[in-house]
C-alpha cells in the first residue's frame, strides 16, 4: 500500500483551506440575507401602465373564435381594431406637462396610500379623509395587516396594486379580478344615478359583499374561498382590498382626465392651450364637484386653492370615493318580500311563469339557457362567458337571495343589464324568474313540458 | 413549539398540552435553527482537524451524527413533532404498526452502525494483515434468515389492517362490484377536488339514502347541502365520502384519521371513514384538525387547506347542517350581513 | 490476437475527434463526467431555491433576484421579491428531472460505465464504439431542451418528475392556452418530455452497448464469476434499462400525442374541467400514466442505486485490505433486486386509487426486496470487520455509502408497510427517503468512485486532506438537510407545498424547515469544495502512478491515465477481483498472471 | 462455505472469441429485445384501455362497422408483409451464396411490397380521415368549452339512451315495479329482500338506478345519462341495451358524432398502426441501402452482416404487425 494517500502537498492544501474559508463566509452572507422584513421598503405600489378602456363603443359580443379569457392584452389590441378608445397611460409621455402630471399624481397616491408595507388611507394631515377612512375600518393598522395577510393569499393572483396580473393570473380563466377601477359584479347595492354622464355609474359595494366573497369564494372560477382564515384577517382583507380599489380608482380618474378628450375638454383647452394641465385638473375638479353636487361652483374652488390644483381635484375626489363608500350600506338594495310561502315547495307555475320571463328577458345572452353563450366584452376589456345555467354553479351565491340581486340588479361592469320588470307585480316576476332559474339544473324540479323543452324530450 | 419558562406547550397532541417541569428541549429549534448548522459544521470541522493526527477520530464523525438522530427522534417524538393526535380507530392501529417498524428498524440501524463504528476503533490486525475471508456460509444464512423472517412478519402483521382500511368498502374501486348499500353509513357526502379548493356536498337527511350513492354521487339535487372546504361529521358516525375531481389529481389527506385517497379525474372513488374522537372540547373551543392535498395539483397544490370538525354528536351535526340549509336557502339578506358588522379586530385599536 | 478495434491502437486522431466527436470509451466516459458535474451545480441550485422558499416561505429572496440571471423572469421586483408558486412548481419538476436524468444516470452508468467496463474487463474499447459516441451526443439534446424550457412561453415544466395526467397532459381546445392546465402541460412540458425521449434513446444505446461489451469483450480467463462487482453492477443495471426503458417511452409517446395530436389514451371519460375550460370528453385513463411510469421509474431507482453499489463493493476492499466478504451473494442479491424491482411499482400507488388487492401484491414484493439489500449491508460490514482500514477520502465515502444505505433502506420499510404509507405517502418522509438513497447513497459512492479512479482518468491524484474535509462537512450536513424530512414527514407535511405555513398543523414544523434549509445552503457550499478539488487537482495534482492504491483489478494494471487501446497486450486473468490481506510477499495479488 | 480463493487457471471456455459479426448480432438481438418491451408496452395499454370499457363480448367498444374497420384489407396486408419478409429472407440466402443480383431483386421486391402495405395504410388513414375518425375528432370534444354533459343533452346520444330503456326493462323491469310496489306480484314478494338481490348484482343495480333516473325525470335521460355515463361500466352496461344499428345510421352522413370511446379507439388504432409505421419506414430505409447498393453493383458479400440485421429487424416488424392485426381488426 503506496503511502501517496497520507502525505499530499502541504501547499496546496492550505490554499484549498482558504478557498473553504471563504466559502464558508459566503454561506453565512446568503444566510444573513435570508431574514429581511416580510414586505421590503423596496416594494411600491406600481403606477398604472396598461390601457384604460371606455367601453361605451365597444361590440357588445366578441366574434367567434376570438382568443379566451387570460389573454388580455390580445383582446385589447381587437378592441383598438375596432376603434373602442383605449386611453394608454404611456401616451402622458408625448405631453409636454404629462411627466408633471404623473408625478404629481403619484405623490397623492403616495402620500394617500403609501406602499404595501405601510399602506393608509388619507394622510394624516387631513382630518377629514382620516375620519372618513375610519369610518370605512380603513385604518393603518387594519391595512397593515391585511397588507401582510394579502400578500399571502393573493398577491400572486391579484397583483401588488390590485391590477389582477399577479404571476398566477396568466394561466386563470377568468382572470383574477383588476381592482383599480372601482367596479364590482356580485354586490347588493343599487345603482344610484347621478345627473351628469360624465362619470359612469357605479355601485358601491358593502362591506358584507366583500366578506361574503371572501368568505364563500366564486364558484367556478379561480377565486377560492378565505373561509379559514382568522375572522380578523378577513375583515382585514376586505379593507385592504378597499383600499386597493380606492387608490386605483383615483389613479384611473386621474389618468383618465390626463388623457380623454371629449368635447367640452378639447374647447377648454382650445382657448387656453398653454396651460392644458391646468385645463385639465380643472376638468377633474370640476367632474369631483359635480358627481358631489352639481351645482358646486368649480370657480370658487379654484381660487380658494393655493397648491397644484391637480392635488386639490385628487383629495377631493378621494373624499368623494370614501364617502361614496362609507353611504354604500344606505344604497343597499332590500329584496322584495318573495310572495310564496318558504314552507311550502315552489309552485310549479311559478316556475313556468318564470320561463316566460326568462324568454324574453335572458335568452339572448343565456342561448340554449347558457349552453351555447357567446362571449361578450366586460368594462375591463376582457372577456366573459355568460353563464350556463343548467349547471348548478353559481359565482355570486346560490342563496335565492343572491340569484335575487343578479336579476334584480344585473352585473352591470359586464353588461349584464337588471331584468326589466315594468308590466305586471315586480315581487312575483322577480321571484318567478328566481324560482325558475334554481329549477334549471335539476330536471326533476321543473314541470314536465318545461323539462321536455330545455332538457330534450323522449321523442324529438 | 412555543417554550415559556420550563414549561412547554406542545401543539400537534390533543389540545395544547402543558408539560410541567424543565423544558424537553436540549435546545430551541425556533431559536436554534440559524446557529445550529453552524454549529454542526464546526463540529465536522474539529473531527476533520483531529482526523488529520489520529485517524480514528472518523468513528467518532459516524458516532456523532448517529447521535444527532437518535436526539432528533427522541426530541421530535417528546416534544410532539410526531404522528398527529389520532381520531379513529383505524388511526391508531395504523400507530401501532408505525411504531413497531419504528423499534424494528431502529435496532437494525443500530447495530449496522455499532459494528461499523466499532471496525472503525479496532487496532490494525496483528501483522498489519487482514485475513483473506472470502465469506462464511453460516454467517451469511444467517443474515439471510433473521431479516426474510422479520421481513416476512412484517408483511403478515400489517394485512388485516389494510383490508380493514380499504375494505371497509367492499370492491371500491371496480365499479362493477360495487356493493351498493351493504354497508350503511350514517352520512353520506361527495367530496370534490377543483383547482383548488374542496367542494362539499352533502346529501340531505330528508331525503331516502339513494340506492347507489355512485349514481348520487354523480347527479347533484336541489336539496343537497353545499360547504367549501369543510367536512363535518360526529363522533362515532360513519361516514361515506364519494371523493371525485373535475380536473387533475388530487389526493384527500387527513392527518388525523391516517386518511389519504387520491381523487382520479373521470372515477368516483367511495371511501369510509369511522370517527372515534371529537376535535371540539367540552367547553366548546375547538381544535384544529385540516385537510390537505398531497398529491401535486398546480401551482397553488398548498392553498387546498380545509377543516374537519368532529361535533361531540349528531345533534351538533344537525345543528350546523339545518344551519348550513338555512343560510342556503336565504330569502332575504340575513340580520347578519345587515348592517355592516363591526370588524372584532377593531375593538381595540 | 485480432481485435475489432486492433485499426484504431496506432492512429492519432485530431482534436474534434479525441475530444469532442472522440470514440474512446475513455473520452466518451470523461465528457460524461464533466457533464455531469456541471448539471450537478445546476441541480444543487435548483434545489437551494426550493429550500429557500419552503424555510422562508413569505420573505423575501433579495439580492438573489437580481443575482441569479433569468430569475428576474419568474420573481419580478414588484411581486415584492417572492417566487410565484408556478415557479417553486418549475424548481422542484426541474430539479428532480436534472438530477435524476442528467447527473446520477450519466455520472453513474454514462461516466463510470463507459470508462470502467472495457478497463475492468481487459477490453479495448466498448463494443459500439460509434454508437457510444451517439448515446453522449443524444444526451445533448436532452440537456438543452431541459434547460431550455425554463425560457419558453409558460416556463418549465411544474408538475411534478412524475408528471401526472391530467395535470401534465390535459390538451385543451385550440387556443385555450391561458388555463391552469395548459400552462403545466404547456411547452415546457413538451420540452420535458422531447428531452426524456432524447435521454432514454441514449440510455438504450448505452445499455445496449454495455451488454455486448460485458458479455463479448472480457479478457481471457476474465470469467462472469471473476469480474468485478462494478462490472456486474452495470451490466445488470444495462439489462434493467433495457427492459424498462422501452415501456416508458411508450408512454412519453403517448402523453406527448394526448397533448399535441388530442389523443385520449391519460384523459378521463369525463374529460377534465378547468375553470371555464374543458378539455373534452376522453375515455382513457390517468392511472395507466402510473403504471407505465412506474414500471421504469421504480427500476430507475435501482439504475441510480446498483452501480453506486458496485463501485463501493470495489473501493471497500481497495482500502480495507481485505477481500470483499461474499462475492457469490453480492452478485445474486443484485440479480434479485433487479428482478425483483420489476414487479415492485406498484408501492408508489398505494394511494392512487388502484384496486387495494393488487397493493398487498406489490406490498409482498416490496417487503422481499429489502432482504438482498439486508444481505448487501452485511456483506459489506463483514468485510470491514476486522481489517485495516486506510481512511481515504474514496473509504471515507465508501463507508458513508454504507452507513446512509442503511437509513435509505430501513426507511423504505416504513413504505412498504401499506397502511403506513397511507399516512406518509406524498410526505417529506418520501422527500428524505429518496434523499438518503440518491444523495446519500448515490452522491456519496459517487464522489467516492470519481476520488477512487481520478487517478486512472488523469493521472493525477485529488487532494486527500480536501476530499476527506469535503466529506466530513457533507456527511454531517447532508444529515441535518434530510434526516428531519423524515420527522416532517411523520407529522404529515405534505411534500411540494410552497407556504406550508398557512397550515396550523405544520407551523410547529417551520423551524425545522428552516433548520434545514440553512444546512443545504451550507451543503450546497461543501460541494463546491469537491468541484475546486476536481478542477484544481487537474493542474495540481500530485502525479500517479499506474496502480497507486494498490489495487487488484484490471484497470491498475493500465498505465495512469490509459492510452488509447488501454492495454498493450491484452491482459490474461488468473483470479477474483478481491484477493487482498493474507499471508503472502504482497498485500494484494493483482488479477492478472503478471504479478 | 463459498470458495473465491484461487481460481483455476483459464480453460478454452473461458476465453472469449470476439468477432463483430457475433457482436453486431448481438447488439440487434438486443436492440429487438428492447423493441419487443416497446410493442408490448403499446398493446398491453391498448388491451389494457379497450378491456376496461368494453364488456367481455366486446360491446362498447366500437365496432369495426362504426369504425369502417375492413379485416380483409387488414387480411392482404398483412399477406404483402408475410411476402415480403419471404422475399428478405431469399434476399439473404442469396447474398450468402454469392449471387447478388438475385438478392438486389429480392431486396427490391420486398421493399415494393413493404411500400404497398403502406400504401394500403394511406389508403386507410384516408378512410379515417374522410369520416373524421380522428383522435380529438369524434363527437367528444366539442369548440366553445362544452361538457360531457351537452353531448347527452343534445347531440344523438339522447335517441340511443331511450333505446336503452327497452333493454332496461327487460333486465330489471320487472323487479323494478315490484319493489317499488307499481305492480302487484302473483306470490307476495318481499320488496325489501328483492333489493337486497338486485343490489348485490352489478348489472341489475345500474339498471335498476338508470330506471329510477328515467322514471323520476321520466323523459330526462339527459341527467341520468350525465351521472350514468360517469362510470364506464355503466357505459359498457348501456352499450350492452343499446340498438347498435340504429347509431350506425349516422354513419353515412360521414359525420361520426357521439360514438362512445371512439376517440378512445381512433388514439389506440393510431398509435398502434402510427408506430408499427414508423418502424416500417425504417425498415424501408434500411432495406434501401443494400437494394441501391445492389443496383450499382456495389453489393458484396461483405455486406452480409448488414443484411442479415436487417432482415432481423425486418422480420420483427412483420412479427409486429401479426399481433397488432389481430387485436386491432378482429378482436
Not at chain 2, 344537525?318 to 340580520?335: G, H, I, P, T
Amino acid at each position: 500500500m503506496p503511502s501517496m494517500i497520507r502525505n499530499s502537498t502541504k501547499a496546496a492544501d492550505s490554499l484549498r483551506g482558504c478557498l473553504v474559508a471563504g466559502l464558508l463566509c459566503l454561506g453565512c452572507m446568503a444566510l444573513a440575507g435570508c431574514g429581511v422584513t416580510e414586505i421590503p421598503d423596496s416594494v411600491v405600489y406600481p403606477l398604472r401602465s396598461n390601457a384604460l378602456v371606455f367601453l361605451e363603443k365597444a361590440p357588445a359580443t366578441a366574434p367567434p373564435g376570438f382568443p379566451p379569457p387570460g389573454k388580455p392584452e390580445m383582446s385589447l389590441d381587437w378592441l383598438a381594431e375596432q376603434q373602442v378608445p383605449l386611453f394608454k397611460p404611456s401616451d402622458l409621455d408625448a405631453k409636454p406637462w404629462g411627466p408633471v402630471w404623473r408625478e404629481e399624481l403619484n405623490s397623492v397616491l403616495v402620500r394617500h396610500f403609501g406602499s404595501p408595507g405601510k399602506p393608509r388611507v388619507g394622510a394624516a394631515d387631513q382630518p377629514a379623509l382620516a375620519t372618513l377612512a375610519a369610518e370605512l375600518f380603513l385604518s393603518p393598522a387594519e391595512l397593515e395587516r391585511g397588507s401582510h395577510q394579502y400578500r399571502r393569499s393573493c398577491l400572486h393572483c391579484h397583483g401588488v396594486a390590485g391590477e389582477g396580473a399577479g404571476a398566477t393570473s396568466a394561466w386563470l380563466n377568468p382572470l383574477p379580478r383588476d381592482f383599480r377601477q372601482g367596479e364590482y359584479k356580485f354586490i347588493s347595492t343599487a345603482e344610484h344615478k347621478l345627473k351628469s354622464g360624465f362619470q359612469p355609474l357605479k355601485a358601491r359595494p358593502r362591506r358584507a359583499d366583500l366578506l361574503r366573497t371572501l368568505h364563500h369564494g366564486l364558484e367556478g372560477t379561480s377565486m377560492p374561498s378565505f373561509a379559514l382564515l382568522a375572522e380578523e384577517d378577513i375583515q382585514a382583507l376586505a379593507s385592504y382590498t378597499l383600499h386597493l380599489a380606492i387608490r386605483g380608482e383615483l389613479e384611473y380618474w386621474g389618468l383618465l382626465y390626463a388623457l380623454k378628450e371629449d368635447a367640452e375638454t378639447l374647447r377648454a383647452i382650445e382657448k387656453n392651450p398653454e396651460k392644458e394641465a391646468q385645463v385639465r385638473a380643472q376638468r377633474l375638479i370640476s367632474g369631483a364637484l359635480e358627481w358631489e353636487d352639481p351645482e358646486a361652483d368649480v370657480e370658487e374652488f379654484v381660487a380658494r386653492e393655493k397648491g397644484p390644483l391637480l392635488t386639490a381635484g385628487l383629495e377631493r375626489l378621494l373624499e368623494r370615493l370614501l364617502r361614496e363608500y362609507a353611504t354604500a350600506d344606505k344604497n343597499a338594495m332590500v329584496p322584495l318580500a318573495n310572495p310564496y310561502p318558504a314552507d311550502q315547495p315552489v309552485p310549479q307555475t311559478s316556475i313556468a311563469n318564470g320561463l316566460k320571463i326568462f324568454q324574453v328577458q335572458c335568452v339572448n345572452c343565456h342561448a340554449g339557457y347558457g349552453r351555447q353563450s357567446a362571449l361578450r366584452f366586460d368594462n375591463w376589456g376582457g372577456v366573459v362567458r355568460p353563464a350556463n345555467l343548467t349547471i348548478p354553479v353559481y359565482k355570486g351565491g346560490r342563496r335565492p337571495v343572491d340569484l335575487y340581486y343578479r336579476v334584480a340588479r344585473g352585473i352591470p361592469p359586464c353588461g349584464m343589464p337588471k331584468a326589466n320588470l315594468q308590466d305586471g307585480d315586480p315581487a312575483h316576476q322577480v321571484w318567478d324568474l328566481v324560482h325558475f332559474l334554481m329549477a334549471l339544473p335539476y330536471p326533476e324540479s321543473l314541470p314536465e313540458t318545461i323539462r321536455r323543452q330545455i332538457h330534450g324530450g323522449a321523442k324529438q | 413549539m412555543i417554550t415559556e419558562g420550563t414549561s412547554t406547550k406542545v401543539s400537534g397532541l390533543p389540545g395544547t398540552v402543558e408539560i410541567a417541569g424543565a423544558p424537553p428541549y436540549l435546545f430551541e429549534w425556533s431559536e436554534s435553527a440559524h446557529w445550529l448548522p453552524l454549529a454542526i459544521t464546526g463540529l465536522a470541522l474539529i473531527a476533520w482537524i483531529v482526523s488529520l493526527r489520529f485517524k480514528r477520530a472518523w468513528a467518532a464523525l459516524f458516532g456523532f451524527t448517529l447521535a444527532l438522530m437518535a436526539l432528533w427522534t427522541l426530541q421530535s417524538a417528546r416534544s410532539g413533532l410526531w404522528l398527529p393526535e389520532s381520531a379513529s380507530l383505524i388511526a391508531d392501529e395504523v400507530d401501532g404498526l408505525f411504531h413497531l417498524v419504528m423499534a424494528l428498524t431502529s435496532i437494525f440501524y443500530l447495530l449496522t452502525q455499532g459494528v461499523l463504528i466499532w471496525t472503525l476503533l479496532q487496532p490494525a490486525p496483528p501483522g498489519g494483515r487482514a485475513a483473506r475471508v472470502h465469506g462464511n456460509h453460516l454467517l451469511e444464512l444467517v443474515w439471510f434468515t433473521v431479516p426474510t423472517g422479520l421481513l416476512v412478519y412484517i408483511a403478515l402483521v400489517q394485512l388485516p389492517t389494510w383490508a380493514k382500511m380499504k375494505g371497509q368498502v367492499p370492491g371500491a374501486y371496480l365499479a362493477a362490484g360495487y356493493q351498493p348499500a351493504s354497508d350503511p353509513a350514517d352520512l353520506l357526502l361527495t367530496v370534490t377536488g377543483r383547482q383548488w379548493e374542496w367542494r362539499m356536498r352533502y346529501h340531505s337527511p330528508d331525503q331516502p339514502m339513494p340506492v347507489n350513492p355512485l349514481f348520487w354521487a354523480a347527479t347533484p339535487a336541489a336539496e343537497d347541502i353545499h360547504a367549501v372546504n369543510e367536512l363535518h361529521a360526529w363522533q362515532g358516525a360513519k361516514v361515506r365520502m364519494m371523493l371525485r375531481t373535475t380536473d387533475v389529481i388530487h389526493s384527500f389527506f387527513l392527518p388525523q384519521f391516517r386518511f389519504k385517497q387520491d381523487m382520479l379525474p373521470g372515477k368516483t372513488i367511495p371511501a369510509l371513514l369511522h370517527t372515534d374522537r371529537s376535535n371540539i372540547e367540552a367547553d366548546g373551543t375547538e381544535r384544529v384538525w385540516e385537510i390537505a392535498c398531497a398529491e401535486l395539483c398546480g401551482g397553488n397544490h398548498y392553498r387546498m387547506r380545509g377543516k374537519v370538525v368532529i361535533h361531540r354528536d349528531k345533534k351538533e351535526f344537525m345543528d350546523w347542517l339545518n344551519r348550513q340549509k338555512a343560510s342556503q336557502s336565504e330569502r332575504k339578506e340575513s340580520a347578519a350581513a345587515l348592517p355592516t358588522p363591526k370588524p372584532e379586530a377593531r375593538e381595540n385599536q | 490476437m485480432s481485435h475489432p478495434n486492433a485499426l484504431h491502437a496506432g492512429h492519432h486522431p485530431g482534436f474534434v475527434r479525441t475530444y469532442i466527436f472522440s470514440t474512446d470509451h475513455k473520452m466518451i466516459g470523461l465528457q460524461y463526467l464533466f457533464s455531469s458535474l456541471f448539471f450537478l451545480l445546476v441541480g444543487g441550485g435548483l434545489a437551494l431555491l426550493v429550500r429557500l422558499q419552503v424555510g422562508y416561505p413569505n420573505e423575501s429572496l433579495g439580492l438573489l433576484t437580481r443575482l441569479i440571471p433569468g430569475l428576474a423572469r419568474h420573481i419580478p421586483e414588484s411581486w415584492g421579491g417572492r417566487m410565484s408558486p408556478e415557479f417553486y412548481t418549475m424548481l422542484f419538476t426541474m430539479h428532480a428531472s436534472v438530477m435524476i436524468f442528467l447527473v446520477i444516470i450519466p455520472w453513474l452508468t454514462g461516466a463510470f460505465g463507459n470508462f470502467l467496463i472495457p478497463l475492468m474487463i481487459g477490453a479495448r474499447d466498448m463494443a459500439f464504439p460509434v454508437l457510444n459516441m451517439l448515446s453522449y451526443w443524444f444526451m445533448w439534446p436532452a440537456f438543452g431542451l431541459l434547460m431550455a424550457s425554463f425560457f419558453v412561453d409558460g416556463g418549465a415544466s411544474g408538475v411534478g418528475w412524475t408528471a401526472y395526467p391530467t395535470l401534465s397532459s390535459a390538451a385543451l381546445p385550440d387556443g385555450t392556452l391561458a388555463s391552469p392546465a395548459a400552462r403545466h402541460a404547456g411547452l415546457g412540458q413538451t420540452f420535458w418530455l422531447c428531452a426524456l425521449l432524447f435521454a432514454g434513446s441514449s440510455s438504450l444505446m448505452g445499455s445496449i452497448n454495455y451488454i455486448t461489451t460485458v458479455l463479448h469483450l472480457r479478457a481471457p480467463g476474465m470469467s462472469l464469476l471473476r469480474m468485478p462487482l462494478t462490472v456486474w453492477s452495470l451490466f445488470i443495471t444495462a439489462i434493467l434499462q433495457a427492459v424498462a426503458l422501452p415501456p416508458l417511452t411508450v408512454a412519453l409517446i403517448m402523453q406527448l400525442s394526448d397533448k399535441v395530436f388530442g389523443t385520449v389514451f391519460f384523459l378521463p371519460p369525463g374529460g377534465a374541467q378547468f375553470g371555464a375550460w374543458s378539455t373534452g370528453a376522453g375515455g382513457g385513463q390517468p392511472l395507466l400514466w402510473q403504471h407505465l411510469f412506474w414500471f421504469y421509474s421504480h427500476p430507475a431507482v435501482y439504475i441510480m442505486i446498483l452501480p453506486a453499489m458496485g463501485m463501493v463493493s470495489d473501493i471497500l476492499p481497495v482500502f480495507a485490505r481485505k477481500p470483499l466478504f461474499g462475492y457469490r451473494p453480492m452478485v445474486y442479491s443484485m440479480a434479485s433486486i433487479a428482478g425483483l424491482g420489476f414487479i415492485v411499482w406498484g408501492h408508489h400507488m398505494f394511494q392512487s386509487g388502484m384496486d387495494p388487492r393488487l397493493g398487498t401484491g406489490f406490498m409482498l414484493a416490496t417487503i422481499l426486496i429489502a432482504v438482498p439489500s439486508a444481505v448487501k449491508t452485511f456483506n459489506w460490514l463483514a468485510t470491514l470487520w476486522g481489517s485495516d482500514i486506510r481512511f481515504s477520502a474514496a473509504m471515507l465515502n465508501a463507508m458513508g455509502f454504507v452507513s446512509m444505505f442503511v437509513i435509505g433502506g430501513l426507511s423504505g420499510i416504513f413504505m412498504a408497510v401499506t397502511p403506513v404509507d397511507v399516512h406518509i405517502h406524498d410526505t417529506y418522509f418520501i422527500v428524505g427517503h429518496i434523499h438518503y438513497v440518491l444523495f446519500l447513497s448515490s452522491l456519496f459512492a459517487l464522489y467516492g468512485a470519481t476520488h477512487f479512479w481520478y487517478p486512472k482518468m488523469f493521472g493525477r491524484m485529488m487532494s486527500e486532506n480536501v476530499g476527506r474535509l469535503h466529506f466530513a462537512l457533507t456527511f454531517v450536513l447532508a444529515n441535518c438537510t434530510f434526516y428531519p424530512m423524515h420527522i416532517l414527514g411523520i407529522g404529515g407535511h405534505p411534500r411540494r407545498y410552497y407556504d406550508p405555513t398557512l397550515y396550523e398543523f405544520l407551523q410547529p414544523m417551520q423551524s425545522l424547515n428552516r433548520f434545514m434549509t440553512i444546512s443545504a445552503i451550507l451543503l450546497g457550499f461543501a460541494q463546491l469544495l469537491f468541484l475546486a478539488n476536481f478542477f484544481l487537482s487537474l493542474f495540481l495534482g500530485k502525479r500517479a502512478d499506474a496502480n497507486p492504491w494498490g489495487a487488484n483489478t484490471l484497470e491498475w494494471q493500465a498505465p495512469s491515465p490509459p492510452p488509447h487501446g488501454n492495454f498493450a497486450l491484452p491482459p490474461v486473468v488468473v483470479r477474483g477481483p478481491y484477493e487482498y490481506g493474507g499471508d503472502g510477499p504482497q498485500d494484494h495479488q493483482p488479477q492478472t498472471a503478471s504479478a | 462455505m463459498i470458495s473465491h480463493a484461487e481460481c483455476p487457471p483459464p480453460t478454452e471456455e473461458t476465453i472469449p472469441a470476439p468477432s463483430s459479426l457475433a457482436m453486431g448480432q448481438m447488439g440487434m438481438w438486443l436492440f429487438l429485445g428492447t423493441e419487443v418491451m416497446f410493442f408490448t408496452a403499446l398493446l398491453a395499454t391498448y388491451l389494457i384501455l379497450r378491456f376496461s370499457v368494453a364488456g367481455p363480448d366486446g360491446s362498447g367498444w366500437p365496432n369495426p362497422s362504426q369504425t369502417h374497420m375492413n379485416a380483409w384489407i387488414g387480411l392482404g396486408n398483412t399477406g404483402l408483409l408475410l411476402l415480403s419478409s419471404v422475399m428478405v429472407s431469399l434476399a439473404v440466402r442469396a447474398l450468402g451464396q454469392g449471387s447478388d443480383g438475385s438478392a438486389t431483386k429480392a431486396l427490391w421486391l420486398a421493399i415494393a411490397l413493404g411500400a404497398g402495405f403502406l400504401g394500403v395504410k394511406a389508403y386507410e388513414y384516408h378512410g379515417k380521415y374522410e369520416h373524421r375518425l380522428l383522435p380529438g375528432r369524434i363527437g367528444e370534444v366539442f369548440p366553445e368549452g362544452s361538457t360531457i354533459s351537452r353531448r347527452y343533452d343534445e347531440g344523438p346520444g339522447l335517441p340511443w339512451l331511450e333505446s336503452i330503456k327497452p333493454g332496461l326493462e327487460a333486465t330489471v323491469g320487472h323487479e323494478y315495479r315490484l319493489i317499488l310496489g307499481k305492480e302487484k306480484a302473483a306470490v307476495p314478494a318481499n320488496p325489501a329482500q328483492m333489493l337486497d338481490s338486485v343490489r348485490r348484482n352489478p348489472g341489475k343495480s345500474m339498471a335498476y338506478d338508470l330506471l329510477l333516473a328515467l322514471d323520476k325525470s321520466e323523459a330526462t335521460p339527459s341527467m341520468a345519462a350525465r351521472s350514468v355515463f360517469q362510470t364506464s361500466e355503466s357505459i359498457r352496461f348501456a352499450n350492452q341495451h343499446a340498438d347498435k344499428e340504429d347509431r350506425h345510421q349516422e354513419d353515412d352522413l360521414k359525420t361520426p358524432t357521439a360514438l362512445p370511446h371512439g376517440n378512445l379507439w381512433a388514439s389506440c388504432y393510431f398509435a398502434l398502426t402510427g408506430l408499427h409505421g414508423v418502424h416500417l419506414v425504417i425498415g424501408l430505409v434500411v432495406l434501401g441501402i443494400p437494394a441501391t447498393l445492389g443496383v450499382v453493383g456495389r453489393l458484396r458479400p461483405d455486406s452480409l452482416p448488414y443484411l442479415t440485421n436487417a432482415a432481423l429487424y425486418w422480420h420483427f416488424v412483420d412479427l409486429v404487425w401479426i399481433i397488432i392485426f389481430p387485436l386491432l381488426y378482429l378482436l
